[in-house]
C-alpha cells in the first residue's frame, strides 16, 4: 500500500499529517485486522494445552442428544 501524506507544519515543526481518507479507511482496517490477530494469538496462547474437542466429536455429540 502507497500513501500520500501531507505534512503540515506549525513554527517549523511538523505537527499534523493528512491522508486521503480512502487511505486512512485501508490503513485503520488494517490496523484492526492486526489488532483481532494479536487478540487471537494472545488467547491461543492463554489456552496453551487446554483439552479440546474435534469437530467431528462435537457433532456426534450434538447428534446423538
Same mark, same amino acid.
Given at each position: 500500500?502507497? /500513501?500520500? #501524506?501531507? !505534512? /503540515? +507544519?506549525? +513554527?517549523? *515543526?511538523?505537527?499534523?499529517? !493528512?491522508? #486521503? &481518507? +480512502? +487511505?486512512?479507511?485501508? /490503513?485503520? =482496517? *488494517?490496523?484492526?485486522? &492486526?489488532?483481532? %490477530?494479536?487478540d487471537?494469538?494472545? @488467547? *491461543?496462547?492463554? =489456552?496453551?494445552? @487446554? #483439552?479440546?474437542?474435534? %469437530?467431528?466429536?462435537?457433532r @456426534?455429540?450434538? %447428534? @446423538?442428544?
Amino acid at each position: 500500500m502507497s /500513501i500520500h #501524506p501531507q !505534512v /503540515i +507544519e506549525k +513554527e517549523g *515543526k511538523k505537527e499534523f499529517v !493528512v491522508l #486521503p &481518507y +480512502e +487511505e486512512f479507511l485501508a /490503513i485503520k =482496517e *488494517k490496523l484492526e485486522d &492486526y489488532e483481532d %490477530l494479536k487478540d487471537l494469538r494472545e @488467547a *491461543k496462547a492463554a =489456552e496453551g494445552d @487446554a #483439552p479440546t474437542t474435534s %469437530l467431528s466429536d462435537l457433532r @456426534a455429540d450434538l %447428534l @446423538a442428544e
